[in-house]
């Protein structure tokens, strides 16, 4: 089986939320099938839909994956559990949030996985990591690049915009 380029979309606003994401980084590249080829920087960012949570720190990592989506979609719901995070409802706080946001050029809906991700268009928090890995990367759904979709989105106000954090060495 080739390997195939996906991306993966973290957040974390509970707990060390910059540990979370690099944590739970190294435990994808643990997954049988997924190698990490790189990640982007880690990036503060406001909740959007919600109001009274913390901030999040989120980033995309960008892998190569000898599986299929619902198996690579299991693994990464598997490292979410083993991290602590448990679901009750819709867009609550979190340690962590893994999301597939691309799977090489594949389009999938089912009832538990829509890729690309439906969403993802449209969030700056999103957009901003995953145009330091791939801005030239077409989006297989709209056919533009994914600094185009960057692009497009309007210039946030003072609050919601993406804050790059410093690197810990």
């Known amino acids: ?10 957040g974390s606003n509970l707990g060390d939320k910059s540990f979370n994401c690099r944590y739970s980084i190294d435990q994808i590249d643990t997954l049988p099938g997924c190698h990490v080829i790189d990640r982007s920087t880690l990036f503060k960012t406001e ?12 980033c995309v990592a960008q892998i190569a994956v000898m ?5 690579l979609l299991n693994g990464l719901m598997n490292i ?22 691309l799977f090489g050029q594949e389009i999938r809906e089912s009832h538990n996985l829509i890729i690309p991700h439906p969403l993802m268009h449209e969030r700056r928090f999103v ?43």
Request: glycine share 6%; net charge neutral; hydrophobic share 40%.
């Open 47 to 58: 909740p959007e839909g919600v109001t009274g949570q913390p901030w999040y720190v989120n």
């Open 127 to 169: 957009l901003e990591p995953l145009v330091q890995l791939a801005p030239d990367l077409v989006h297989p759904v709209f056919k533009l690049t994914i600094r185009e979709l960057l692009n497009k989105l309007p210039i946030p106000p003072y609050s919601g915009t993406v804050e790059i954090l410093k690197e810990e060495t």
């Open 1 to 10: 089986m080739k390997s195939i380029i996906a991306y993966i979309g973290i």
């Open 67 to 71: 599986k299929s989506p619902f198996e």
């Open 80 to 101: 979410e559990s083993a991290m602590g995070r448990v679901r009750r409802k819709r867009w609550e706080a979190r340690i962590i949030d893994l999301d597939i946001l």
